[in-house]
């Protein structure tokens, strides 16, 4: 299907140069402009399609990102589903098209070079090869050969020749050749086939100028022509008189010279052209890093809190019940309990042995609410074992931006996707009011492949106004403007929901450093988008 949305294209900047063509210079006689115009406006539409401009947008993250996968999230989850029929019917359709306006052009040329093996040739001083055929047949010329009947070699006219050496003499065979190439690609386009006509045109114009410019009677010409239209060559690829352009011919031969100044209509073309390029221009997000990344050694183990206590003696978590005994108790019951990095029981903490502990610290921020979801809704209490802590000083816990081996979602980048696709859910309040836009979240894939510490280091999602199309989004009614605090609350939302996901990602496989399992920085860039 890559291939018929590119035809298409092509077919719409061949009909959009082919009208302004017939507005402005159909109707000159500045007949090698004209040919120069379609063969370059011709190969220019099979050509501009693929010229993508690329514009370059730098945002700027706190993070190096080790991998970009960018995953378009809808209103509802991605369904992978088979291609549909009619893909595969009109791709079959269109290739049968294609083979059979090929093989016509092939079965024609076979024709023309049978015909030309049975004639009488001789060979000619100026490197033509006059073909002499048995039977009625008009006069046409292919390559550097000139057909004629035994008659006219009999009784040879010098117009006729001079028509035929002149289009040989400007190679009109390839022109031919090229723009029936291109048509056999392009046989669904109307425009294709009147532009390949319009070019045939110009041949003969261009050749009756060669005969005039020789000093031959124009109205004597144009009986000749007249004669010899009557005998049809019967073969599509040749240049030769034919019914359909004869009279537009000898109008043709009495139009005056054109003013010198006409050729600057033809500056048409550059319009296009630009508008062309613009059309198809793309923008690429490149992400930018504000600094290096450090070991996870060198970081603070939690980025945001408001209570920490650091203790390296026993009593700290003698300390830690004194302060829980100031406070509810049920309060501190309803907290997140997290170990070493593991989310455990409010209970677990009466089995710590208070030897092993190096740092309880006692956090409730939105930081922490949106890296552990509802859980750490009430706070959390972080703990980290002097075990873990020593870990983190030999380097263990050491976390590396491009290892040898990157870490990979188990099934690759398409799996990934799918998964990202099936599983986020496109927050309520972000519909409601028109929220959308990229959300990057980094994550560490951890030694063994697990995740941790997700968190959103870019949100650029906001207000955008969408139109739903008929059937979409029936359970939410979206508003045609927001306020600030709505907007914020929406995004807020969208943020919440990219770390949900991420930090819920099965494990991976680990990236390797020296063949060693190794804790790696990973960003994924997701798309909100209202489809």
Known sequence: MDFLYY???????????????????????????NRAVLLGTAVASFVLPLCVITIHHTEVLPTAPAVNTSVAIGGSAAEVSATPW?????????????????????????KVCILIRRCERHRQADGTVIAV??????????????????????HPDSA?????????????????????????????????????????????????AAVLSSGVDARQYQYLLVRKAIAAAGYSVVNGI?????????????????????????????????????????TVTDYKVANTAIPAASRPAVTTQKATMTHTDTTSLDRLEQKLAQKSASKFKDMLIVIDGKETSYSSLANIDPNTVSSIAIVKDKAHTAKYGAKGANGVIVVTTKKASSAEEKGETECWDAPEEMPQFKGGT???????????????????NSVQGRVVVSFVVKADGSIADAKVVYNGAKYTPVTPREGEHKDVKIKTAVTPEEEAQAKEAVANEALRVVSSMPAWEPGKKDGKPVNVKYNIPLSFKMQ
């Open 7 to 33: 035809d298409i294209r092509v077919a719409a900047l061949i009909a959009v140069f082919y009208m302004f063509y017939r507005l402005l210079l159909s109707r000159d006689s500045l007949h090698q402009l």
């Open 86 to 110: 009619w893909h595969t019917a009109l791709v079959a359709v269109y290739w049968a098209g294609v083979m059979l306006t090929i093989f016509h052009i092939i079965f024609s040329i076979s």
């Open 133 to 154: 055929a048995d039977g009625e047949v008009s006069p046409f010329s292919w390559m550097h050969y000139i057909v004629v009947p035994r008659s006219d070699y009999a």
């Open 160 to 208: 006729i020749l001079t028509h035929e050496r002149e289009h040989i003499r400007r190679h009109h065979s390839w022109d031919v050749l090229l723009v029936d190439i291109l048509t056999s690609f392009q046989w669904f386009n109307p425009a294709m086939w009147m532009l390949r006509a319009d070019l045939r045109a110009i041949h003969e114009y261009e050749a009756d």
């Open 242 to 282: 034919n019914h359909s352009t004869l009279k537009q011919r000898i109008t043709m031969m009495n139009i005056h010279k054109q003013n010198r100044y006409s050729w600057l209509k033809a500056m048409y073309v550059l319009p296009v052209i630009a508008v062309s390029l613009a059309v198809s221009a793309r």
């Open 414 to 432: 398409a799996a990934m996707m799918q998964y990202l696709s099936q599983n986020v859910k496109y927050p309520a309040i972000a519909k409601e």
